[in-house]
T-cell receptor
Framework: GESVGLHLPTLSVQEGDNSIINCAYS??????FIWYKQESGKGPQFIID?????DKRQGQRVTVLLNKTVKHLSLQIAATQPGDSAVYFC???????????????FGKGTKLSVKP | KAGVTQTPRYLIKTRGQQVTLSCSPI?????VSWYQQTPGQGLQFLFE???????NKGNFPGRFSGRQFSNSRSEMNVSTLELGDSALYLC????????????FGSGTRLTVV
């Protein structure tokens, strides 16, 4: 069935290093993908999104890469900081970008731990 | 501007009881979606409301229901609670396209004993 999964459940990095969090998706009809960050006791917080007609999108210290050939999504965090420690989720919207329905399919999450 | 507000933050209920959770979306947001988050299943979609109408529903039993009011505030209800209903229930709102531009609330932590 449709699913979004993560390759690495936990990731530990040194402060200042770059982090890469990966995600696989299975629904080829999905055309909108989002990365969320969830800190303890809080709801998911939007980080960055990308449409399927793009391969790469950059934000502040974050970059999302989309490889539709292998149905793979990644989030790169540059110069990782202790405040980046959280659980990161990828999500896909299996409907058109302009669709009126919205049941995001979330991955299981990757816990990022930043060592000072 | 104020974010998505969910009340209560924590709730403890007994098996067999029912519970109602509330979500106030960001002002101007008309789409409200609900998700259940558990360690085992992760984030799973419950349902989405827009202009007081349920537009989409996830794969949950009929014990889970919801509604939306004219001011876009939404409630979800779980009847005949089971231990497995213990979870973090998250509400997300967006302007009109659910799934796009979601802002999540901090959730309601429900514990069923």
């Amino acid at each position: 069935g449709e699913s979004v999964g993560l390759h690495l459940p936990t990731l530990s990095v040194q402060e200042g290093d770059n982090s890469i969090i990966n995600c696989a998706y299975s629904n080829s009809a999905s055309d909108y993908f989002i990365w969320y960050k969830q800190e303890s006791g809080k709801g998911p917080q939007f980080i960055i999104d990308i449409r399927s007609n793009m391969d790469k999108r950059q934000g502040q210290r974050v970059t999302v890469l989309l490889n539709k050939t292998v149905k793979h999504l990644s989030l790169q965090i540059a110069a990782t900081q202790p405040g980046d420690s959280a659980v990161y989720f990828c999500a896909e919207n299996p409907l058109n970008y302009g669709g009126s329905q919205g049941n995001l399919i979330f991955g299981k999450g990757t816990k990022l731990s930043v060592k000072p | 501007k104020a974010g998505v507000t969910q009340t209560p933050r924590y709730l403890i209920k007994t098996r067999g009881q029912q519970v109602t959770l509330s979500c106030s979306p960001i002002s101007g947001h008309r789409s409200v979606s609900w998700y259940q988050q558990t360690p085992g299943q992760g984030l799973q979609f419950l349902f989405e409301y827009f202009s007081e109408t349920q537009r989409n529903k996830g794969n949950f039993p009929g014990r889970f229901s919801g509604r939306q009011f004219s001011n876009s505030r939404s409630e979800m209800n779980v009847s005949t609670l089971e231990l497995g209903d213990s979870a973090l229930y998250l509400c997300a709102s967006s302007t009109d396209r659910a799934g796009y531009g979601y802002t999540f609330g901090s959730g309601t932590r429900l514990t069923v004993v």
